[in-house]
């Protein structure tokens, strides 16, 4: 069974509807015709889509299905186009400490604060993420910028004092990005 959940909340026709066909799906089906219920439910569900007959505010990860009858074929697919964003988003999406990086919009963010990034910003940052140790220029230049070693060049350095101060300016964080005698580390 996959570890995919299809939440059917107060819709019991399209639930028994599923439920007959439960061994041919790809997802966990549950059913939820309460609030509370569904509160306790999403604390410790993760990959989910919840599926209704109307639209309830403050719900994430919603599919509404006004429209009926519809095709079940038709309604498979668009469940399984619903999951296949969610998995996008959520792989598109690096938490480090109390930031969050968006790797499709190129966007970090911390409580209400957020900042865009360039391209090569946003992979030196996941570049270094990557690493519990410093990273020197010399490896900068060649992994993110994919340039010789021996070229001399103040690009990354440039980029970082840059970066810094981006991250300064926005999150008023002075540590995010610091410098070791053996080169750049996030800590």
């Known amino acids: 069974m996959s570890n995919q959940n299809l939440v059917i909340y107060k819709f019991t026709s399209l639930y028994r509807v599923l439920e007959e066909l439960h061994l041919d799906l790809n997802f966990k089906l549950l059913f939820v015709d309460s609030e509370n219920s ?4 999403m604390k410790n569900l993760k990959n989910y889509i919840i599926v ?3 639209k309830y505010p403050n719900l994430e990860d919603q599919l509404i299905l006004i429209s009926s009858p519809i095709n079940i074929f038709k309604l498979l697919e668009k469940i399984n186009v ?3 964003k969610l998995q996008f988003n959520s792989q598109s999406e690096v938490k480090f400490n109390n930031y969050i990086f ?3 919009s190129r966007e970090m963010k911390k409580e209400n604060k957020k900042i865009k990034l360039t391209e090569k910003e946003m992979n030196t940052i996941i570049y270094l993420l990557k690493s519990n140790k410093p990273i ?3 490896e900068l ?3 993110v910028w994919s340039y010789q070693p021996d070229i001399e060049t103040h690009t990354v350095e440039t980029h970082i004092y840059r970066l810094r101060k981006k991250i300064l300016n926005t999150f008023e964080d002075n540590e995010f990005i610091v410098s070791k005698k053996n080169g750049y580390q996030i800590k």
Not at 38 to 41: F, M, T, V
């Open 38 to 41: 569904l509160n306790d439910l």
């Open 52 to 54: 209704s007959n109307k």
């Open 136 to 138: 020197n220029i010399g």
């Open 82 to 84: 619903e999951f296949l």
């Open 102 to 104: 968006d790797l499709n």
């Open 141 to 143: 230049q060649k992994k």
